[in-house]
Each structure stands twice: as structure tokens, then as C-alpha cells.
């Protein structure tokens, strides 16, 4: 926890929002590629909930912590931007954030329109606020690998590798294998491995399955928790800020880090950023500000409807500094906490953040390309033909005839770079199809608030070593 003592009122924040309550889906243990799966009325109830809460925070002009300037009734787009991965739990992570906006901003009455009769409309659901498709914004990791990073990137597949050779995990294996061989009775079937950690189908059903919740021993979740936090720190963090094991969160980095520029620019009126993702960028951006090291309860899988705050302040109405602060709220925590980070006690200055880590961050598609060994996505393999196009331009003179050739070929190989870059930076999206084959892993999703029993005793999180 951190002893921050500014009192300044945030002139804008950046949040980082985990989906809600789903149902259970598969991810490969080695790829992460996953299923599709979908979210449930529950998941869309603690989004709204969140939204709610983030509302009385941030867009109440009582609260401490009112962003200034923010309009608190109808929701001002030029405010405020909302973005979505639409990546391997397909329409989970957007319909959550589809949910946390209706709480942040409910309907009202207020949202109507008289027409030249007099006449007054109300929107629809007694003022219905947010449109979907022009408030919220889908980013699709086939196009745009901002919000994940580790997918198709051979040498985070390589890292995994790595990690499960390692001897921390081979001894974590040895360790665990007495409660992994319990466990077959109530999976029905499934892999028992530490390797497939097999948590969240026990999460899942003991939230939605009463005859399931009412045998398992109550023993066996928390061990199971605690399993699949020590296995996914360690799979998405590295001991190196650039290490590959970061990847989830150095490419979500400029993200932030712009955003935090864009408030700082008076002329900009965006003053709430709001980013919906899965929890692996947060394990990533956890070990790589710090915040992990300095609070070990933090290693570890964030909570479903978790939120990260990055709140921008100037100091004493000094527009001439500013710094950031860190709040996080894991899932039904009543409140935000503040935690130290990056090594400091308290706020630290935007300037030194920038410093510390603007040279880990995965700047643009060929930074991606060049880090993952990519060649096969259509954005890398688009910039690798420019780069051979670029080589053989500096050859010596053809004929021509060829030389007519060559054009062409230049023709079609700019426009597909043109078409790519638009793709991979979400200026020209696809629809994703939702529907995925299905693959051998299932996602662990737990409670931080409970990791430290079982963890402590068999491997404490923050004494591992991880595989590179």
C-alpha cells in the first residue's frame, strides 16, 4: 500500500478493466490460443457494478477524486475513449465492457430530444446512453496486437517452453503432485498436469454448478488457486523489463503511456481512458512497474471485474509537473487500494515513468515483428516484402519491360502495406469470427485475495525464478 498524501483532484485517468464472470473455455498451454466462450449475467452484473462505483469516483463533483472538467450527466464522446479486445474469450471482454459503461454512465431522462411539434423523445430504456458501435471501440488481435502482444509471438511459445523445463517448475511439479493426483474425480476427465493448471474449470463450476460446488472438498480450490497464480506470474513475467515473458504488457505500454501524454495535452479534450482486456497484460504490467515485487499478494491472476486506475495529477495546481498514481481494485474489493510502485513510495513523476520504461515498450508493427520472429501475419509478412521490394530497388538498372513488371509488383505490394498497417493499428477493422477451434488448455482465472495459503507453502511467488 502506498502513503500517498497529494490531495490534487486527478485531471484525468487511464483505466484498465478485467472482463466479468464467464463460462469456462480452453486455451493451448503453450500458444495461449484459446476457445470461445461467453459471458454470463453475472459477469455483466459486476461490470455494472464496477461502472457504478467508477462513476461515484471519477464523475461525481463531490468525490476527491472527480476528474475536473469531466462531464458528469450525458456522455461526452469527446471525453471520453473506450476500447475492447476482441481476441480469444471472443465477445466476453467487449459485452463486459458494454456493461461497465451502462453503469458508468446510466440511463436518463436527460437523454432526449424536442422535436419542431414540441415533442418530446426520450431514448429507448428510459434514455439509454452508450452506442456500442460508436462509443465503444473493438480491437481485433489479428489486426492490432496492442491488447496481445503474446499471441502468434514464437518467442513468447518459446519462453513457455522454456519455463516448463525449467527446474523451479520441474520441483513446483514434484511439489504439487500429491493434490494434482486428488483431483481426476471432479475434472471429468481432464488433464491433471501442472503444466495444464486445470483451475478455472473448477472456478467456473463451482460458481455455476451446485452439485459440483457441494462435493469438492473446500480444500481443493484455494491449492488450485494458488497453483495458477505461481504458474501464470510466472508465464507472463520475465526478470528482465524486456524480457519476452513481459510481452503482454510491453505491447500494451504505448497505450497507456500515450494516453497519459493525451491528458497532459491541454488542447486535447480526452480526459477518460478506458481499456477492457483479459488478464495477462496485467500480470505483465504488474511485474514490470513493480507493483508485484513490492506487493507479492499482487502476483497473480487479477480477479474477474478487477480495474488498474493510473490517475495523472499536477502536483499543488502545478501544470508545469505532473505525476501518476496507482490504484487498483481486485474484483469485489469495496474500494480502490494505492500501492507503492516502480520502486518509489507514493506518486511517481509521468517524466520518470516514461524514462524508466519507454525502451520495453513494443513501439508499432515491425518493433512486434522484429521481437515475436513474425513473418506469417499479414502485417509483418506485408512489411517483409516491402523490405525485399526496398532491396532489390537498389539493384542495378533493368530493362524496361522489367522495369514494368517491377512497377506493378511495387503497386500491389504498397497497397498491401497500406491495407496491413490500417489493419494491425485498428483504422480498418474485420469482424473476428467468434467461433474457434476448440484447444487442450483451460484459462485460470482466481482471487488474489486468497493466493497466500497454499502458495507460501509449497513456492512463494515472489522467490521464483522465471524461465526467459
Not at 513488371?405 to 469482424?431: D, E, N, Q
Request: aromatic letters at 10%.
Amino acid at each position: 500500500m502506498s502513503g500517498s498524501t497529494d490531495n490534487s483532484p486527478p485531471v484525468g485517468v487511464v483505466l484498465l478493466v478485467r472482463h466479468g464472470d464467464r463460462m469456462g473455455f480452453y486455451q493451448d498451454p503453450d500458444t495461449y490460443t484459446a476457445t470461445a466462450t461467453q459471458i454470463t449475467p453475472l459477469g455483466n452484473q459486476q461490470e455494472y457494478q464496477l461502472g457504478t462505483y467508477l462513476r461515484s469516483v471519477y464523475l461525481n463533483e463531490s468525490s476527491p477524486s472527480y476528474i475536473q472538467g469531466l462531464s458528469t450527466g450525458l456522455f461526452n464522446q469527446s471525453q471520453v475513449f473506450v476500447q475492447a479486445d476482441l481476441g480469444g474469450e471472443a465477445g466476453v471482454i467487449y459485452d463486459s465492457c458494454v456493461s461497465l459503461t451502462q453503469g458508468l454512465w446510466p440511463a436518463t431522462t436527460s437523454n432526449n430530444i424536442t422535436l419542431a411539434n414540441g415533442t418530446v423523445i426520450t431514448a429507448p430504456l428510459n434514455g439509454y446512453q452508450v452506442r456500442t458501435t460508436t462509443s465503444v471501440h473493438g480491437i481485433d488481435p489479428n489486426n492490432n496486437m496492442t491488447l496481445e502482444g503474446f499471441q502468434n509471438c514464437s518467442t513468447f511459445n518459446t519462453h513457455t517452453t522454456a519455463f516448463y523445463d525449467s527446474p523451479e517448475f520441474q520441483k513446483m511439479q514434484s511439489q504439487s503432485a500429491a493434490f494434482l493426483d486428488l483431483l481426476p474425480p471432479y475434472l471429468g476427465g481432464r488433464s491433471t498436469s501442472l503444466e495444464n493448471m486445470i483451475y478455472d474449470y473448477m472456478n467456473v463450476n463451482s460458481i455455476h454448478n451446485a452439485t459440483f460446488a457441494a462435493g469438492l472438498p473446500p480444500t481443493f480450490l484455494p491449492q488450485a488457486h494458488a497453483l495458477a497464480n505461481w504458474h501464470e506470474y510466472n508465464v507472463f513475467s520475465d526478470a528482465s523489463l524486456d524480457g519476452i515473458g513481459n510481452i503482454a504488457g510491453r505491447a500494451i505500454l504505448p497505450t497507456v503511456l500515450n494516453e497519459f501524454e493525451a491528458i497532459l495535452d491541454s488542447t486535447n479534450p480526452t480526459k477518460l481512458f478506458i481499456t477492457a482486456i483479459s488478464y495477462k497484460p496485467f500480470l505483465s504490467l504488474f511485474n514490470i512497474t513493480g507493483v508485484a515485487a513490492a506487493n507479492p499478494q499482487l502476483a497473480g491472476i487479477v480477479d474477474y471485474a478487477s480495474v488498474v486506475a493510473f490517475e495523472l495529477r499536477h502536483p499543488n495546481g502545478d501544470p508545469n509537473e505532473a505525476t501518476v498514481r496507482f490504484n487498483f481494485k481486485n474484483g469485489s474489493d469495496p474500494q480502490f487500494t494505492t500501492y507503492n510502485w516502480m520502486n518509489a513510495t507514493g506518486d511517481i513523476k509521468v517524466t520518470s515513468l516514461y524514462n524508466a520504461l519507454w525502451n520495453s515498450a513494443v513501439n508499432g508493427t515491425e518493433d512486434w515483428c522484429s521481437i515475436c520472429e513474425n513473418t506469417e501475419v499479414s502485417s509483418c509478412a506485408a512489411l517483409t516484402l516491402a523490405a525485399l521490394q526496398a532491396r532489390a530497388a537498389a539493384l542495378p538498372p533493368i530493362s524496361p519491360v522489367g522495369a514494368g513488371f517491377l512497377g506493378a509488383g511495387m503497386t500491389i505490394v504498397l497497397f498491401g502495406v497500406a491495407l496491413s498497417s490500417l489493419l494491425f493499428f485498428g483504422l480498418l477493422k474485420f469482424k473476428r469470427p467468434l467461433s474457434m477451434g476448440q484447444k487442450d488448455r483451460e484459462e485460470d482465472q482466481v482471487e488474489l485475495s486468497k493466493t497466500q495459503g497454499y502458495a507460501d507453502s509449497v513456492h512463494p511467488p515472489s522467490s521464483v525464478s522465471r524461465g526467459h
